[in-house]
């Protein structure tokens, strides 16, 4: 039996010491307009609808990414 890997998406948020943004991972289908949450890489950050420029420019959190790649790794 093949599990579903558990439901996430990607935000543009800034780090909150610098205010680089960065793409980061969130649990959960999508965003719900929520101020703030915690990214899957352990960060709480504040979220706003990103602009356009903000999906372009901001990287992906490598941190995130690897966090997720591990977990679907793991799965049975």
Same mark, same amino acid.
């Given at each position: *039996? ?32 929520q101020?703030?949450? &915690? &990214?899957?890489c352990g960060?709480?950050?504040? *979220?706003?609808?990103? &602009?356009?420029?903000?999906?372009? &420019?901001?990287?992906?959190?490598a941190?995130?990414n690897?966090t ?9």
């Amino acid at each position: *039996m093949h599990l579903e890997p558990a439901r996430h998406y990607w935000l543009p948020t800034p780090n909150p010491e610098s205010g680089v943004f960065a793409r980061h991972a969130f649990r959960g289908r999508r965003w719900e307009s929520q101020p703030s949450d &915690t &990214t899957v890489c352990g960060i709480d950050v504040a *979220m706003a609808a990103p &602009t356009d420029l903000d999906w372009i &420019t901001a990287p992906t959190c490598a941190d995130c990414n690897q966090t997720l790649i591990s977990e679907f790794k793991d799965q049975p």
